[in-house]
């Protein structure tokens, strides 16, 4: 099945008469593809195979710096792994994307960081949606947005079908570097955060994450959240 998107700036848009002929298609097996450098999501030259499709198991890999520039990219596992390595959104104005994991996300690495914005402007947040567990470890960070976290910018959501743990180790942080409230670079801040796990487990949710704050809006549908001794404020 194919499916065709048009969209006009900001969002999508009415169809518009289409003729398409001469359609080539190439398929491959799902594989494991790493980033061997930097530049576009959509840039076959950064890959070590290919552009990776939301089929694939991804890393991006140390002291490379992908920016994700289609509204429909995802992977089933990502790993942001290594020194410096960085996944963040190319900018596109405030157009809301999305990125879907069918799996695991890990962050793990000195500086290594998932940014859910556009690069260089964190008012320009995104959505992102975990379907299984969140793993920020090893001095990773894990940053939704600051300092606006309105019409879904800067959102979280887990939406598995399993139960999905979200763990930050004490090396590691979640939000920006500033640890003062007032700043726009808040330490420990996720942006909004939703969560529509379908599991019927009590609970569906293991939170190994201590003294996170919601920014903005906590979405919480069908989570039935184990703390233990954490906090979410």
Do not use: C, M
């Not at 410096?84 to 996300?105: C, M, P, R």
């Not at 947040?125 to 894990?142: M, P, W």
């Amino acid at each position: 099945r194919l499916i065709f998107v048009w969209t006009n700036g900001s969002g999508a848009a009415s169809l518009q008469p289409a003729a398409i002929d001469n359609i080539s298609l190439v398929s491959r097996v799902a594989t494991d593809i790493s980033s061997t450098g930097t530049g576009l999501w959509s840039n076959a030259s950064i890959w070590d195979i290919a552009v990776p499709t939301p089929a694939d198991n991804v890393v991006v890999s140390a002291n490379t710096v992908v920016s994700i520039d289609s509204k429909f990219s995802g992977a089933v596992d990502l790993n942001v792994a290594g020194s410096n390595a960085t996944l963040q959104w190319a900018n596109s104005g405030s157009v809301l994307d999305d990125f879907k994991i069918t799996n695991d996300l890990g962050i793990s690495g000195s500086g290594a960081k998932f940014n859910v914005y556009e690069a260089g402007l964190p008012a320009n947040g995104k959505r992102l949606f975990v379907a299984h567990d969140l793993n920020v470890t090893a001095g990773g960070r894990f940053d939704t947005s600051a300092p606006a976290f309105t019409s879904n910018y800067g959102y979280l959501n887990l939406n598995g079908s399993t139960v999905q743990t979200v763990t930050v180790d004490g090396a590691s942080f979640v939000g920006g570097t500033n640890i003062t409230t007032a700043s726009t670079n808040q330490q420990n801040v996720i942006g909004q955060l939703a969560i529509n796990n379908t599991s019927t487990s009590t609970p569906n949710i293991i939170w190994n994450a201590n003294n996170v704050r919601i920014g903005s809006r906590f979405l919480n549908s069908t989570g039935r959240i184990a703390l233990g001794t954490n906090k979410i404020t």
